[in-house]
């Protein structure tokens, strides 16, 4: 478990990526916390959500997790991390469908 992980872990970084991570993960609060601790200064997070406009987060038929947007500016701003840049992206097909998401590149502010 990432979060186990990062309770447990007594180092910093200055890249985390979690491209398909946060699909499996509902509330992101306290992991957006921990990577905050384990981030050096100007560390960056790189990830990947799908993409949902309902709520700030849903749990889909697809058992993956969708964030909203603005779920993730207001949870990066919480535990001081600065959006660097945001793209959208078709991350996956599904059943012939495009998964429409977003990458997000965060960084810690110093």
């Known amino acids: ?10 180092q910093k970084y200055s890249l ?8 499996y993960i509902g509330c992101l609060e ?15 997070l790189l990830f990947s959500i799908e993409l949902t406009n309902t709520a700030d987060f849903v749990l889909q038929s697809t058992a993956r997790y ?9 949870l990066a701003a919480q535990v001081q991390l600065t959006l ?5 992206v078709t991350l996956r097909f599904q059943e012939q469908e495009p998964v429409p998401g977003k990458v997000f590149l ?5």
């Open 16 to 23: 985390i990526i979690a491209a398909d991570v946060f699909g």
């Open 1 to 10: 478990d990432i979060l186990d992980f990062l309770v447990q872990d007594t």
């Open 84 to 88: 660097l840049k945001s793209t959208e």
């Open 30 to 44: 306290a992991l957006l916390g921990h990577i905050g601790r384990h981030l050096l200064e100007r560390g960056q």
């Open 66 to 74: 969708a964030h909203s947007n603005a779920y993730i500016q207001r």
């Open 106 to 110: 965060l960084q810690k502010a110093h």
